[in-house]
DNA sequence: CAACTCACCGCAATCGATTGCTGAGTGGGA
DNA sequence: TCCCACTCAGCAATCGATTGCGGTGAGTTG
């Protein structure tokens, strides 16, 4: 079938049709032949890994046909033949999260110099789509995931990761498998924030639980309970309320529902700085000052809590460094297979804002 | 994607060797072998748009092959042959500026029942950078491009509109070549700001505008200039400060410049959001009140502006959808390369907070 | 009954890069 | 002088899906 190819001589030049208005792209066999030499050998000259194998010479005078045709070699076909991508994909709730943009920068940044992108999806949190978007990312072959999206019971991420597909969970784990992470110590996060509270002379605090269906949620509540042990202080349940979701809505409802209910109390630790939002929704429409009458601990460091009103006191999570330290043990996977893998923790510190005070009285 | 696999017809098995840990996922070839027919008589059942060319119970059992298997279509090899990828590329200055979130979301909700994605690369506003990820974007063979870093100099921009590639700019536009667009009506936007200050009593307005070499930057400087005069006051040059960036930082320091000119001005109109909040900390530096001394207004409507302080008035823009108009465009040119193309300018409004105010005396 | 039409399906090439295998050529050692 | 080892480069298959072209069989018509 060489005879398809009646530009392979070497007069050619008529190589591929130039498409109208738009420049067609060198490929290797034109590198190859204007080198004089075979596809094989330009390709093996182009990658460092086999370059070996071929002459010095011949090696540079691919390379310089490369150059001066500015090749760059296709990555479909590449994955096509290699079954290899260097691509990972990214899997979060909503990017709309004030949360994940810093992840997403800290990814890339490591991704990128290492020869890899990131194809970001969004799942809203539903779990079709989540299956969905997954399915099309396996079917573009990424060689591993990163995901913001961990349930404590998420079969699909169980099977996956049986399966032997390399993932990091970040911000969130779960429950029965050992699939590494990169999360924030949240407990410490929570005993900073206690502990503040406590010394600013709070005794009966509050915690409007994140959702009790993510380990952030449930570490959380957990460490708080803990926390309240620890100072001393009697946990009351009635003090407890959970948010169904993250974000400022439930946060609202939350507090409105423990306001309701009358039982005294005079700070809250929020799950995040959202429902932490949520509840100054809730202040504004009831005129409760704040932090005179109610102090709110917030918790991640999302941008722009020093503009609030009042600002946020926060407990600060170094979100582009999980990125970047997921990034990094997701590629040391991707490298080398048998390693074993680990789950790291990052500390939080606590920024102290304007948002917390001693309590009135 | 059922684990148990016993496709693969009556001798097979040999075919493709399923990788430890790992299932085979079923090829086209695989589905037709099952259904008993050739490659190509499967693929062209499978093909909504081929589907006529072979019988209607042949196709049927393709279908049924393909669902028991699990088939999936393999887009790299699809796009390998076809030279398409039902992916656009989405090329955004930073993902963490808040103003993108919503646009990308937006991009995705249109584009994802049109069975494209979005591939999403950030340049950081260096033109280095943006080149090497619009050639990656370009070697994945992106069908179309959607744009957020225009500068109104633009010569990459121009070549590859000129090259045939499909692109529409979100946010900005370019200078010389008519490259579809959507915007939000600036001019509109701060004759609304503009407006309400002068309605307020204000008659020293200042303006912080964006930089020079966008679009936006200069749209917003002239329509200033433009409402100053529609209202009968007089433009005073001296009170109109470029920012270099679109960012916090660059907004403080016009201000401090402003400021330390001691040339009186009792509003200052914001190029965006950002440097309105930019403006908020040389306040807080210099303990000057506000709105009681200066009003500001922002650009944008960025989230959680509701709860700075004080919350910020500004000119809300429909991110969300310029996101979907800009992805419907896109579509639309992929699908009838002949239409001709259009710029659309979505409308602002005016989300009056507690930034603007009565000036002072 | 023969020739012709048409629907349907299979063959094989193709997209572009990678890689196992083979063969040509060279140099060295016995 | 002969043979072997070794380097290097080309051949062709391959990844998986798509598609132009050609062939087969059934049905139709003169």
């Given at each position: 079938?060489?005879?398809?190819?009646?530009?392979?001589?070497?007069?050619?030049?008529?190589?591929?049709?130039?498409?109208?208005?738009?420049?067609?792209?060198?490929?290797?066999?034109?590198?190859?032949?204007?080198?004089?030499?075979?596809?094989?050998?330009?390709?093996?000259?182009?990658?460092?890994?086999?370059?070996?194998?071929?002459?010095?010479?011949?090696?540079?005078?691919?390379?310089?046909?490369?150059?001066?045709?500015?090749?760059?070699?296709?990555?479909?076909?590449?994955?096509?033949?290699?079954?290899?991508?260097?691509?990972?994909?990214?899997?979060?709730?909503?990017?709309?999260?004030?949360?994940?943009?810093?992840?997403?920068?800290?990814?890339?940044?490591?991704?990128?110099?290492?020869?890899?992108?990131?194809?970001?999806?969004?799942?809203?949190?539903?779990?079709?789509?989540?299956?969905?978007?997954?399915?099309?990312?396996?079917?573009?072959?990424?060689?591993?995931?990163?995901?913001?999206?961990?349930?404590?019971?998420?079969?699909?991420?169980?099977?996956?990761?049986?399966?032997?597909?390399?993932?990091?969970?970040?911000?969130?784990?779960?429950?029965?498998?050992?699939?590494?992470?990169?999360?924030?110590?949240?407990?410490?996060?929570?005993?900073?924030?206690?502990?503040?509270?406590?010394?600013?002379?709070?005794?009966?605090?509050?915690?409007?639980?994140?959702?009790?269906?993510?380990?952030?949620?449930?570490?959380?509540?957990?460490?708080?309970?803990?926390?309240?042990?620890?100072?001393?202080?009697?946990?009351?349940?009635?003090?407890?309320?959970?948010?169904?979701?993250?974000?400022?809505?439930?946060?609202?409802?939350?507090?409105?529902?423990?306001?309701?209910?009358?039982?005294?109390?005079?700070?809250?630790?929020?799950?995040?700085d959202?429902?932490?939002?949520?509840?100054?929704?809730?202040?504004?429409?009831?005129?409760?000052?704040?932090?005179?009458?109610?102090?709110?601990?917030g918790f991640n460091g999302m941008p722009?809590l020093?503009?609030?009103?009042?600002?946020?006191?926060t407990v600060s999570v170094?979100h582009?460094?999980?990125?970047?330290?997921?990034?990094?043990?997701?590629?040391?996977?991707?490298?080398?297979?048998?390693?074993?893998?680990?789950?790291?923790?990052?500390?939080?510190?606590?920024v102290?804002?304007?948002?917390?005070?001693?309590?009135?009285?």
């Amino acid at each position: 079938m060489s005879a398809a190819q009646p530009a392979d001589g070497p007069m050619a030049g008529g190589g591929a049709g130039a498409r109208i208005g738009s420049v067609q792209t060198p490929t290797l066999r034109d590198v190859a032949q204007l080198a004089g030499v075979h596809a094989a050998t330009a390709s093996r000259a182009l990658n460092p890994r086999m370059r070996p194998m071929v002459n010095a010479d011949t090696a540079r005078k691919v390379l310089r046909a490369a150059a001066t045709l500015g090749y760059q070699p296709n990555p479909i076909a590449r994955s096509l033949k290699t079954a290899k991508s260097a691509t990972v994909g990214l899997v979060i709730p909503d990017l709309t999260n004030p949360l994940f943009p810093p992840i997403v920068r800290g990814i890339e940044d490591v991704l990128g110099p290492a020869g890899y992108n990131a194809w970001i999806v969004n799942t809203d949190n539903d779990p079709d789509r989540e299956k969905a978007q997954l399915e099309s990312l396996r079917s573009r072959q990424v060689e591993g995931l990163i995901i913001a999206t961990a349930r404590l019971e998420h079969p699909l991420l169980y099977r996956l990761h049986e399966q032997g597909t390399k993932m990091v969970l970040v911000n969130r784990r779960v429950d029965a498998a050992e699939i590494p992470s990169v999360t924030a110590d949240d407990a410490a996060g929570v005993a900073l924030a206690v502990h503040h509270l406590v010394g600013l002379g709070h005794r009966r605090i509050a915690h409007l639980a994140g959702p009790q269906t993510t380990s952030t949620g449930v570490v959380r509540a957990r460490a708080f309970r803990h926390a309240i042990a620890d100072h001393g202080l009697t946990y009351d349940p009635s003090l407890m309320v959970t948010c169904d979701y993250w974000t400022e809505t439930a946060g609202a409802r939350a507090l409105r529902g423990l306001l309701d209910a009358r039982r005294p109390f005079t700070a809250v630790v929020a799950g995040n700085d959202l429902i932490a939002l949520g509840c100054y929704d809730v202040f504004a429409e009831r005129d409760i000052p704040c932090p005179d009458r109610i102090s709110v601990v917030g918790f991640n460091g999302m941008p722009f809590l020093d503009k609030m009103r009042p600002p946020l006191t926060t407990v600060s999570v170094p979100h582009y460094e999980i990125g970047t330290e997921a990034a990094r043990m997701l590629l040391d996977a991707i490298d080398d297979p048998g390693r074993h893998s680990r789950s790291v923790l990052l500390a939080t510190s606590l920024v102290v804002r304007r948002s917390t005070a001693r309590p009135a009285g």
